[in-house]
């Protein structure tokens, strides 16, 4: 926890900084690779344009230790830490205060620091880091830096590309599962950082706070691998992506997009990955459907064949519609509308617009081959 004490206009404040070089590994990413894309990589999963065409290298990766997780303006954020690349290096600050009368002095060199950079990176700061921020600028009439600011939050890619695969979308659980960090006995849990500052408000207790500035330098560095390792998900998937579950996240995001080739070699690779069973039915369907807007029918009629086989009642409707409209084979397209309709039957609630579609399908189906036969 080495620094020094800084002086304000407002104060004195701690200051502990961290230099890593660009080739540091933070589990099996370098933190400088980051630096090989630009934030406008992960607009398909960001949902918004606005700001992405900022550079990682002006940005600030922010993170804060809080008093409490409710908010409001009886939280403080007594230590604010400030990930920036300098000079061929990625620098870590960590600004103190030591005793909530020096939170003007701590604010005061923070709001120095965000100034000079164009927007942020965070993990679910857009809902609780920068308002809280804000909410203590305010509080100390200070003027909050970076006003409407490039915000980039990573909380919402992260759950879009991986919630499917992980249980959790935690930093924590990211950093085990995506990015392969493996945090030492020098860390702490987030729950415990509020008692350990209590403490040494009230005691005097140093030592524990190394722990909770370790804690906050490596959620810091995590933020900078985790942007690398995103953008480099959404550059080079078929690479990168290993898991069914998650190409798969990233196919309907791109069918969404309108890019529809690159979705049908998301949904084709996902497809050769282990799915659970219900994940791959659904595949099986948005790729069927994706072949028959691509001018594909029989790679579509392919797939809903196979799910046919498996009692599928989504796929056997399809297969009629297929066989009455495109082969013009209506006595194919009723067999396979009875059995549509049997598998209907044997469901004790069945879905009854469904069970009107397949119903009304017959009765046409049966007035079509009366006609052809008169």
Same mark, same amino acid.
């Given at each position: 926890?080495?620094?020094?004490?800084?002086?304000?206009?407002?104060?004195?404040?701690?200051?502990?900084?961290?230099?890593?070089?660009?080739?540091?590994?933070?589990?099996?990413?370098?933190?400088?690779?980051?630096?090989?894309?630009?934030?406008?990589?992960?607009?398909?999963?960001?949902?918004?344009?606005?700001?992405?065409?900022?550079?990682?290298?002006?940005?600030?990766?922010?993170?804060?230790?809080?008093?409490?997780?409710?908010?409001?303006?009886?939280?403080?954020?007594?230590?604010?830490?400030?990930?920036?690349?300098?000079?061929?290096?990625?620098?870590?600050?960590?600004?103190? =205060?030591?005793?909530?009368?020096?939170?003007?002095? =701590?604010?005061?060199?923070?709001?120095?620091?965000?100034?000079?950079?164009?927007?942020?990176?965070?993990?679910?700061?857009?809902?609780?880091?920068?308002?809280?921020?804000?909410?203590?600028?305010?509080?100390?009439?200070?003027?909050?830096?970076?006003?409407?600011?490039? &915000?980039?939050?990573?909380?919402?890619?992260?759950?879009?590309?991986?919630?499917?695969?992980?249980?959790?979308?935690?930093?924590?659980?990211?950093?085990?599962?995506?990015?392969?960090?493996?945090?030492?006995?020098?860390?702490?849990?987030?729950?415990?950082?509020?008692?350990?500052?209590?403490?040494?408000?009230?005691?005097?207790?140093?030592?524990?706070?190394?722990?909770?500035?370790?804690?906050?330098? &490596?959620?810091?560095?995590?933020?900078?691998?985790?942007?690398?390792?995103?953008?480099?998900?959404?550059?080079?998937?078929?690479?990168?992506?290993?898991?069914?579950?998650?190409?798969?996240?990233?196919?309907?995001?791109?069918?969404?997009?309108?890019?529809?080739?690159?979705?049908?070699?998301?949904?084709?690779?996902?497809?050769?990955?282990?799915?659970?069973?219900?994940?791959?039915?659904?595949? =099986?369907?948005?790729?069927?459907?994706?072949?028959?807007?691509?001018?594909?029918?029989?790679?579509?009629?392919?797939?809903?064949?196979?799910?046919?086989?498996?009692?599928?009642?989504?796929?056997?409707?399809?297969?009629?519609?297929?066989?009455?409209?495109?082969?013009?084979?209506?006595?194919?397209?009723?067999?396979?509308? =009875?059995?549509?309709?049997?598998?209907?039957?044997?469901?004790?609630?069945?879905?009854?617009?469904?069970?009107?579609?397949?119903?009304?399908?017959?009765?046409?189906?049966?007035?079509?081959?009366?006609?052809?036969?008169?």
């Amino acid at each position: 926890m080495a620094g020094v004490e800084v002086q304000t206009s407002e104060g004195a404040c701690f200051v502990s900084e961290t230099r890593y070089p660009l080739e540091h590994l933070h589990g099996q990413v370098r933190v400088g690779s980051v630096l090989e894309y630009r934030p406008s990589t992960l607009r398909l999963l960001l949902g918004e344009d606005e700001g992405l065409e900022a550079d990682f290298c002006g940005l600030a990766f922010l993170d804060t230790e809080t008093t409490g997780l409710a908010g409001g303006t009886g939280t403080y954020a007594f230590l604010v830490g400030i990930g920036r690349f300098e000079d061929g290096e990625f620098v870590v600050r960590q600004y103190f =205060m030591r005793d909530i009368p020096e939170e003007p002095a =701590m604010l005061a060199l923070v709001g120095r620091t965000l100034s000079e950079c164009l927007g942020l990176v965070t993990f679910n700061g857009r809902a609780f880091d920068w308002p809280l921020l804000e909410t203590r600028f305010t509080m100390n009439r200070q003027p909050p830096p970076l006003t409407d600011p490039c &915000h980039l939050d990573l909380l919402l890619p992260a759950r879009r590309l991986w919630r499917r695969r992980l249980k959790s979308c935690a930093l924590s659980s990211l950093e085990e599962h995506v990015l392969l960090v493996r945090r030492s006995s020098d860390d702490v849990p987030g729950w415990a950082i509020p008692g350990l500052y209590r403490d040494f408000l009230l005691w005097g207790r140093a030592e524990p706070l190394r722990q909770v500035f370790y804690h906050n330098a &490596h959620d810091i560095l995590s933020l900078a691998t985790l942007a690398a390792s995103l953008c480099a998900t959404l550059s080079e998937p078929l690479r990168t992506l290993r898991h069914g579950e998650d190409l798969y996240s990233l196919a309907q995001r791109r069918e969404a997009a309108g890019d529809l080739a690159s979705a049908r070699e998301l949904y084709e690779q996902c497809l050769r990955c282990q799915l659970g069973r219900e994940e791959r039915r659904e595949a =099986m369907h948005r790729l069927a459907r994706l072949y028959r807007r691509l001018g594909r029918p029989e790679d579509a009629v392919a797939l809903w064949r196979e799910l046919a086989k498996g009692k599928d009642v989504e796929a056997c409707i399809a297969l009629a519609k297929y066989y009455e409209h495109t082969a013009h084979d209506l006595a194919r397209a009723h067999q396979l509308a =009875m059995r549509a309709l049997a598998l209907l039957s044997e469901d004790p609630h069945p879905d009854r617009y469904r069970l009107a579609d397949v119903k009304r399908r017959l009765r046409r189906l049966e007035e079509k081959s009366g006609r052809e036969r008169r």
